[in-house]
């Protein structure tokens, strides 16, 4: 499925770029008002380091653990260097129950 899918994009016709190339980076980058700018103004955005999107590709999923559901905890889990994940303060909240 893989092979056919990298098929499939290399068949595709190129697109050129005709404004600024630009690196996302944050949390999440499908807000409809951001999306307009960018069109608006034909830029490029030719990778990302965005927490929704190829950031949760960082860390393969280890296909030896059967559930998979535990498999994408394990992944999330085994995550690191993520703005998003790090608490400095985690143990000083409140406990809970």
């Known amino acids: 499925m893989l092979k056919e899918l990298i098929e499939a994009l290399k068949a595709m016709p190129k697109e050129e770029c ?3 190339r630009v690196v996302t980076s944050g949390v999440i980058t499908d807000n409809p008002a951001l999306l307009e ?8 955005v030719v990778a990302d380091d965005v927490a929704a999107e190829s950031r ?3 860390v393969d999923v280890d ?8 498999a994408l905890a394990d992944q999330f889990a085994r ?19």
Do not use: A, H, Q
């Open 56 to 58: 949760g590709f960082k």
């Open 18 to 20: 005709k404004g600024p």
């Open 37 to 44: 700018v960018l069109d608006n103004f034909n830029v490029c």
């Open 79 to 97: 995550m690191d260097e993520d703005p998003i994940l790090y608490d400095p303060d985690i143990w000083k909240r409140p406990k809970c129950c």
């Open 63 to 70: 296909t030896s653990i059967e559930d998979p559901y535990m």
